[in-house]
Antibody, heavy 127, light 111 residues
Framework: EVQLVESGGGLVKPGGSLRLSCVTS????????MTWVRQAPGKGPEWVGR??????????DYAASLQGRFSISRDDSKKMVYLQMDSLRTEDTAVYYC??????????????????WGQGTMVVVSS | QSALTQPPSASGSPGQSVTISCTGT?????????VSWYQQHPGKAPKLMIY???KRPSGVPDRFSGSKSGNTASLTVSGLQAEDEADYFC???????????FGGGTKVTVL
């Protein structure tokens, strides 16, 4: 069964840090580009960033709005992807999802069509 | 404020059709055919319904269809059913640092 499970969310004060984890199963993790998407209460989703697979240098890209505060990493031996969030602000309050793109045969839509999603983990930034 | 603009709500009776618009710019929808649509029920993760403007992933009913003209994409749900009542979000690949942009969502109500 294909599954993504996020963890690590919780309540944090402004200026604090938090690391989210996403464990995967049922996907060929070594080939997968993994994405983080967040969704503030009552709002549309917001792309946070993405990490490519190891063969592509595990290159990362991030939303411009984050201003360098977040970073994504991966551990292929554990089939896990992480989101390190620093200098957190109240506007970072959201459900954070990890996601993977749709693959049709050998053609994968890593950056434009997210077929596999976790259940999300809630992050609340408040004093 | 979301990068792509969607109407906040749409509705239709069972069996009818509803069309949702999604307006972007020449840097996203206008330039790429990588437009996707997602369905989200309350408390659930989004579900991919349409990719590459008009393609359906396996298992998505053919009642769902997509199109694009210029900077605007559209999702049509034909033969509305009660289970189609949900929030729908569009997204597009973009030629900016933020690689993927989303819409603010449209709540579809089945009357």
């Amino acid at each position: 069964e294909v599954q993504l499970v996020e963890s690590g969310g919780g309540l944090v004060k402004p200026g604090g840090s938090l690391r989210l984890s996403c464990v995967t199963s049922g996907i060929t993790f070594g080939n997968a580009w993994m994405t983080w998407v967040r969704q503030a209460p009552g709002k549309g989703p917001e792309w946070v960033g993405r990490i490519k697979d190891i063969s592509q240098g595990a290159t990362t890209d991030y939303a411009a709005s984050l201003q360098g505060r977040f970073s994504i990493s991966r551990d292929d031996s554990k089939k896990m992807v992480y989101l390190q969030m620093d200098s957190l602000r109240t506007e970072d309050t959201a459900v954070y999802y990890c996601a993977a793109g749709l693959c049709v045969g050998t053609n994968c839509h890593w950056d434009d069509a997210f077929e596999i999603w976790g259940q999300g983990t809630m992050v609340v930034v408040s004093s | 404020q979301s990068a792509l603009t969607q109407p906040p709500s749409a509705s239709g009776s069972p069996g009818q059709s509803v069309t949702i618009s999604c307006t972007g710019t020449s840097s996203d929808i206008g330039r790429h055919s990588f437009v996707s649509w997602y369905q989200q029920h309350p408390g659930k993760a989004p579900k991919l319904m349409i990719y590459e403007v008009n393609k359906r992933p396996s298992g998505v009913p053919d009642r769902f269809s997509g199109s694009k003209s210029g900077n605007t994409a559209s999702l049509t749900v034909s033969g509305l059913q009660a289970e189609d009542e949900a929030d729908y979000f569009c997204s597009s690949y973009a030629d900016i640092k933020t690689l993927v942009v989303f819409g603010g969502g449209t709540k579809v109500t089945v009357l």
